[in-house]
């Protein structure tokens, strides 16, 4: 059951809807209804009560989907991006509050016409891959119960997958947008940095951090992610960018060789398989050597980089206020001094010099978004290898400064979700959704 089965899965279906007479207020009792239906306590961490719904509704403008793109939109919003009106904890009670204003991606999405259904669970300040790193109930993978539901963005995911939402707001700093919409069959809109504001965001590691958009389908990502972009002059890490809209598609991809396609288990790789094998006719495959990507990608977690996350949040709260694997991996940042943070900063700039032949003759790499999809069994046993796994093809994004969309492909063998990323220069974001919404064409014919 989806949201299709209650109401129209897309910005443009429920658009016409309300033309039809559907009310805003119906929407809402309908997530209700669903939410009962769905019945899984870890997806939202709040959930406002019926007298703040009526209190959204009453201050919609009147219907007018040209003025207004996003009228009468549910979006859920991870909980360490800022609403007002509703706490922000990151998925942490200690470090709860109240904010005094919304971050300025929420506001704009509500100047749009949204409507904030809550706030949802993720990996404890947003770190982690796996999304069961809360100590909250853990949100179910909306198609594999027993797997894991992707982090950390693991309650917004879910959301717009079990149909609680149209869209929904994630993080991106190391893949928490795009492994989770693998995971859970949905799209993934990773911008390029800064392109959103992050401000009103609890930072994880602030020079990388980007908010993300979870949806059904490209076009309603897009129409999220056009809302919010822009610069803002009260965040020091907001960047000017020319959004363009969404034209061609891109035809010319590299994808891994051989010796970089690192995917666990044959069903991994027959859904990688059955991808390439969909492609639209005129796209041209050329394979590229990409170890200095996955170097780069190791440094994030193996390196200094971590060290941004202890000086992110790391004071936030007592040790023994987090959660256990967050605590963990917070003091390994103590390994590492000033000189091993400068040290990585220049073998990120020689590895970045090394991946620029890369790009010649290609117009966006293609990828798999996660090579694993470990069960919840398997992280039990190992909290920290699985997940790392999961970021080999997503940790390298933000550091080399790319735009990245993942969009589901077809399934595996088993019947299990798997997902493909397409990853461009910075500003490359409407010609990677361009060819994110082709390569869905070709997946579902």
């Known amino acids: 059951m989806t949201l299709a089965s209650l109401l ?28 009962q239906a769905v019945d899984d306590p870890g997806i939202y961490l709040f959930r406002p009560s019926p007298d703040a719904i009526a209190a959204m509704l009453a201050r919609l403008p009147p219907f007018d989907p040209a003025r207004f793109p996003l009228w009468g939109v549910p979006v859920a919003v991870k909980d360490n991006i800022d609403v007002q009106g509703m706490p922000t904890t990151a998925a942490c009670p200690a470090h709860g509050y109240m904010p005094a204003e919304s971050a300025p991606a929420v506001a704009r999405l509500v100047a749009a016409g949204a409507i904030v259904t809550g706030k949802t669970n993720l990996d404890q300040f947003a770190t982690g891959l796996v999304g069961v790193r809360s100590p909250h109930p853990i949100p179910r993978n909306a198609c594999a119960p027993d797997r894991v539901p992707g982090g950390s963005s693991s309650g917004s995911a879910v959301a717009v997958a079990q149909g609680l939402a149209l869209l929904s707001l994630g993080t991106d700093t190391a893949g928490s947008g795009r492994v989770p919409a693998a995971l859970n069959g949905l799209v993934g809109l990773k911008p390029s940095v800064g392109a959103i504001p992050s401000r009103g965001v609890v930072p994880a590691c602030p020079s990388l951090d980007c908010i993300s958009v979870f949806a059904r389908n490209v076009g309603d990502a897009w129409a999220g992610y056009a809302v919010m972009a822009g610069a803002d002059g009260r965040d020091p890490w907001s960047r000017p960018i020319e959004l363009g809209t969404p034209g061609a598609a891109l035809t010319r991809l ?9 995917l666990d288990g044959s069903a991994q790789r027959a859904a990688w398989d059955a991808a390439l ?23 994030l977690y193996e390196g200094a ?12 709260v007592p040790p023994e206020a987090m959660h256990p694997v967050t605590r963990r991996i917070i003091a390994g940042a103590a390994r590492f001094s000033a000189t091993d943070a400068f040290r990585g900063l220049l073998r990120l700039a020689e ?4 991946t620029l032949p890369a790009w010649d003759g290609i117009d966006a790499l293609l990828v798999p978004t996660a090579p694993n999809f470990p069960t919840l069994a398997e992280l039990a046993a190992d909290p920290i290898g699985p997940n790392a796994r999961l970021g080999t093809y997503t940790n390298f994004v933000n550091l080399l ?8 492909a077809p399934l595996r063998p088993d019947g299990l979700p798997f997902g493909v990323t397409l990853i461009g220069p910075r500003g490359s974001d409407a010609a990677l959704a361009a060819t994110g919404s082709v390569l869905m064409e070709g997946f579902a014919a």
């Open 8 to 35: 129209p899965d897309s910005i443009a279906a429920l658009h016409a809807a309300y033309a039809a007479g559907l009310s805003p207020a119906a929407v809402m009792a309908g997530l209700e209804a669903r939410h």
């Open 254 to 262: 590299g994808i891994p060789r051989a010796a970089d396609l690192h």
């Open 277 to 299: 094998a969909k492609l639209p006719a005129g796209v041209t495959l050329v394979e590229r050597d990409l170890t200095p990507f996955l170097e780069v990608a190791r440094l």
């Open 305 to 316: 980089f971590v060290a941004e996350r202890d000086a992110a949040f790391g004071a936030l």
């Open 351 to 354: 590895l970045r010099l090394s």
């Open 401 to 408: 400064d790319l735009a990245a969309i993942a969009v589901p």
